[in-house]
C-alpha cells in the first residue's frame, strides 16, 4: 500500500506532539505537518507543500477554528480527507462538521487501534464515525436493512417530503441554527417545530440532527436554497 500522509492541526502542543508520535508509528503512514491552528495549515497548503491524504483536524482553536477550516478545505481541497479529533460531542458541533465534508468524527481518547483504522479508511473516502454519531447507522444495520432496501426506501422518503419539511431540512442540515432560531426564520412556535423535528426524523428513519446530516449526505438528498 501507498504510504499515507497525514497532517495534525491541533493547538494542543503537547498532545499535538503525542498525536505525530502515534500516527508516525502506524504501518505505512507518516506525518508530513503539524499545525497549531486552521491558519497555519492553509498557509501549509497555499504555499505549494506536500499535500496530506487525511487530516486529523481539531474543533476548538483560536485564530482560525475547526469548522472555518473545514469550510475553507472544502471549498479549495475537496480531495482532501478530513477526520475531526476533539473533545467536542455536542450535536451542533458534529453536524456542522460533517456537513461541511468531514469524513470522520472522533473523540480524543480514541483507541490507537480504532484511529488507525479510520485513517486507512478516511483516505478511501469512507464516512468513519464512533459510537455517538454512528448510532443511527447501527440501527439500521441490526434492523438487517440491505443497501438495495435502504435506496428504496430513501427514494420513497424524499418523494413523500412537502415543502415545509424541506425548508426545515434546509435549516437542520444547511446552518448552524438552533431549534429556536429556525422557529423564528419560519415564523413558527418552537412547539410546532418540534413536533415537525419529531415528524422529519420518524420519516428519515433517524434519531437526532446529526442522523439527519448524514442522511442527507449518505443519499445525495441535494439541499435546495
Same mark, same amino acid.
Given at each position: +500500500?501507498k504510504?499515507?500522509?497525514?497532517?495534525i492541526?491541533?493547538?494542543?502542543?503537547l498532545?499535538?506532539?503525542?498525536?505525530?508520535?502515534?500516527? $508516525?508509528?502506524? *504501518?505505512?503512514?507518516?506525518?508530513v505537518?503539524v499545525?497549531?491552528?486552521g491558519?497555519?495549515?492553509?498557509?501549509?497548503?497555499?504555499?505549494?507543500? !506536500?499535500?496530506?491524504?487525511?487530516?486529523?483536524?481539531?474543533?476548538?482553536?483560536?485564530?482560525?477554528?475547526?469548522?472555518?477550516? +473545514?469550510?475553507?478545505?472544502?471549498?479549495?481541497? =475537496?480531495?482532501?480527507?478530513?477526520?475531526?479529533?476533539? +473533545?467536542?460531542?455536542?450535536? !451542533?458541533?458534529i $453536524?456542522?462538521?460533517?456537513?461541511?465534508?468531514?469524513?470522520?468524527?472522533?473523540?480524543k481518547?480514541?483507541?490507537?487501534?480504532?484511529?488507525n483504522?479510520?485513517?486507512v479508511r478516511?483516505?478511501?473516502?469512507?464516512?468513519?464515525?464512533?459510537?455517538?454519531?454512528?448510532?443511527?447507522?447501527?440501527?439500521?444495520a441490526?434492523?438487517?436493512?440491505? !443497501?438495495?432496501?435502504?435506496?428504496?426506501?430513501?427514494?420513497?422518503?424524499k418523494?413523500?417530503?412537502? =415543502?415545509?419539511?424541506?425548508?426545515f431540512?434546509?435549516?437542520?442540515?444547511?446552518t448552524?441554527?438552533?431549534?429556536k *432560531?429556525?422557529?423564528?426564520? +419560519?415564523?413558527l412556535?418552537?412547539?410546532?417545530?418540534?413536533?415537525?423535528?419529531?415528524?422529519?426524523?420518524?420519516?428519515?428513519?433517524? $434519531?437526532?440532527?446529526?442522523?439527519?446530516?448524514?442522511?442527507?449526505?449518505?443519499?445525495?438528498?441535494?439541499?435546495? $436554497?
Amino acid at each position: +500500500m501507498k504510504p499515507l500522509k497525514v497532517a495534525i492541526v491541533d493547538d494542543h502542543i503537547l498532545f499535538a506532539k503525542a498525536l505525530k508520535t502515534l500516527v $508516525s508509528g502506524f *504501518e505505512d503512514t507518516y506525518v508530513v505537518f503539524v499545525a497549531k491552528n486552521g491558519r497555519e495549515f492553509v498557509e501549509y497548503l497555499k504555499s505549494g507543500h !506536500e499535500q496530506p491524504d487525511v487530516v486529523l483536524l481539531d474543533v476548538r482553536m483560536p485564530i482560525m477554528n475547526g469548522l472555518s477550516t +473545514m469550510a475553507w478545505i472544502k471549498d479549495n481541497c =475537496p480531495e482532501i480527507n478530513v477526520i475531526a479529533i476533539t +473533545m467536542e460531542d455536542d450535536e !451542533e458541533t458534529i $453536524s456542522n462538521m460533517i456537513f461541511f465534508g468531514c469524513k470522520g468524527y472522533l473523540l480524543k481518547d480514541v483507541e490507537p487501534t480504532q484511529l488507525n483504522a479510520s485513517i486507512v479508511r478516511a483516505s478511501k473516502g469512507e464516512f468513519v464515525y464512533n459510537e455517538i454519531v454512528d448510532r443511527d447507522l447501527r440501527k439500521k444495520a441490526l434492523n438487517g436493512i440491505s !443497501e438495495e432496501k435502504e435506496t428504496e426506501i430513501s427514494n420513497h422518503r424524499k418523494f413523500q417530503l412537502k =415543502p415545509t419539511d424541506q425548508e426545515f431540512l434546509n435549516y437542520l442540515c444547511g446552518t448552524d441554527l438552533g431549534y429556536k *432560531e429556525i422557529a423564528d426564520r +419560519m415564523n413558527l412556535s418552537p412547539k410546532t417545530i418540534e413536533n415537525r423535528r419529531a415528524e422529519l426524523f420518524r420519516k428519515l428513519g433517524v $434519531s437526532s440532527r446529526v442522523g439527519a446530516v448524514i442522511y442527507v449526505m449518505k443519499h445525495n438528498l441535494i439541499i435546495q $436554497s
